[in-house]
């Protein structure tokens, strides 16, 4: 699995797309959290980061397709998987290489923005005026969050050898999955089962984390559908050799 880790990660880094990636995502939050004045923390009139937490879903939503899209499409197009799946290693060990690399790239880009928090930290009046678990919450909600668009970035990519169909897959898989949900709920149709409908959603999940009351719930519903969808990798991966 490490060797799969280390050439993923290197094959990134090796082409633009690692620094692509992190510079699209830094680039992106930063317009929105300090120069767009709509959402600028600096007209907010207090200290938080709202903008970069609410934000940053919306452009995982494309972003993390764009970094799975490849991870088994590209192996497919190119007739490599199958090499690859003559060397010595578990179909759970290539799946699990290829995930683990991408997540991480992913992690990487988000690191970063520990800065915003330093900064609004530094000028908060008075200075540390922030609600510094919710922070917390909400970093922990957009890692598990990039964890499970991972996860479903990578199904696409499994049951497709072209990799512009595997990212349009993907953004509307992690699409009806954070907010679907919640829009189906909204509808006044449903009654009392408007709260376990929007139950089923990411955001839902997200926001609870965001308040910074880290609920093992809420971990393990992330939990939940990463297992799901890495699973239906696997199956997929080991459908092509019946």
């Known amino acids: 699995m490490f060797a799969i880790f280390n050439k993923e990660i290197s094959s990134f880094f ?41 934000v940053t879903p919306f452009i995982y939503l494309f972003l993390i397709p764009a970094i799975t899209m490849r991870s088994l499409a590209e192996e497919k197009q190119t007739g490599t ?76 990519s499994a049951i497709t050898d072209n ?15 954070y907010a679907g949900f919640s829009s189906i709920a909204s509808i006044n149709i449903w009654s009392s089962y408007s709260l376990i409908i929007n139950k089923l959603g990411l955001d839902y999940h997200y926001e609870a984390l965001s308040k910074g009351l880290i609920d093992s719930r809420n971990v393990l519903y992330f939990v939940s559908v990463i297992s799901i969808f890495l699973y239906l990798s696997l199956l997929r991966l080991q459908a092509r050799k019946w």
């Open 14 to 54: 090796n082409s633009l797309i690692g620094y692509l990636v992190i510079c699209i995502f830094l680039t992106g939050v930063g317009l929105f959290v300090w120069v767009f004045p709509q959402s600028s923390v600096l007209n907010y009139g207090y200290a938080g980061l709202d903008t970069l937490f609410s």
């Open 163 to 177: 990799q512009i169909v595997s990212f349009v897959l993907a953004v509307f898989l992690c699409f009806i999955l």
């Open 81 to 156: 998987l199958e090499l690859l799946m003559t060397r010595p290693l578990t179909d759970w060990q290539i799946l699990l290489g290829k995930y683990f690399a991408s997540w991480a790239l992913v992690i990487l880009a988000l690191l970063p923005t520990l800065i915003y928090y330093y900064s609004v930290y530094d000028l908060g009046e008075p200075q540390g005026n922030i609600d510094s678990a919710a922070v917390a919450g909400s970093y922990l909600g957009l890692v598990l969050l990039g964890a499970v668009f991972t996860a479903i970035g990578l199904f696409a």
